[in-house]
């Protein structure tokens, strides 16, 4: 134990007269916790089938909403979209669910969806069509989405980088 200490003891003399203060100082930062950090997840595009080891995503499309969708803008400015895809069932488990999902533009803003359809109920292997509405400002220009599954907070998000040809052409707002 002696011996443990006094190497210890002279490994920091020796760092400090070795100009220890300066080797710490040119260190990497260690990241913020929280933020983008907080949780893990599984990063892909829209034309990439996702795995993040529960749940597959494919099929990904963002178009402005039609009557059929049900989903109009919230207020003056602003314009519908509507994300689909097809989620299956990557476990040999039963599982239940909807997407918690936001959309992100280049400059960290997000705007939060809202599931229009009725969420899943998937035996192992089986697949359902996921539908979120999003209300957004006409000159928001989505660059990420964030899926996360909303009856399981901990398993790993879909983080879907969005490119210009994932995006529907710019249209005024729906006046209402």
């Known amino acids: 134990m002696t011996n443990a200490r006094s190497a210890l003891g002279l490994a920091v003399l020796l760092a ?3 100009g220890g203060a300066a080797v710490i100082a040119d260190a990497a930062p260690t990241p913020m916790p929280g933020g983008a950090n ?5 990063s892909g ?22 009557p059929a969708d049900n989903m109009h803008p919230n207020a003056a ?10 989620v299956s069932n990557g476990t040999q488990h039963e599982n239940h669910g909807y997407f918690d999902a936001t959309l992100a533009d ?7 969806g809202r599931p229009l359809d009725d969420g899943w109920s998937l035996e192992p292997g089986a697949a359902a069509r996921a539908v979120t509405g999003f209300s957004i400002p006409a ?10 599954q909303a009856a399981a ?13 994932d995006l529907p052409a710019g249209k005024p707002a729906d006046p209402r």
């Open 77 to 86: 400015g602003e314009r519908a979209l509507v994300f689909r895809a097809i």
């Open 45 to 66: 595009t829209f034309s990439q089938v996702l795995f993040n080891g529960t749940l597959r995503i494919r099929g990904l499309s963002l178009k402005d909403a039609v």
């Open 106 to 112: 280049a400059n960290g803003i997000t705007v939060t």
């Open 16 to 18: 400090c007269s070795l």
């Open 153 to 165: 907070p901990h398993t790993k998000a879909f983080r879907v980088t969005l490119r210009a040809n």
């Open 38 to 42: 907080q949780v893990s997840g599984v």
């Open 139 to 148: 000159d928001f220009v989505p660059t990420k989405l964030v899926l996360i």
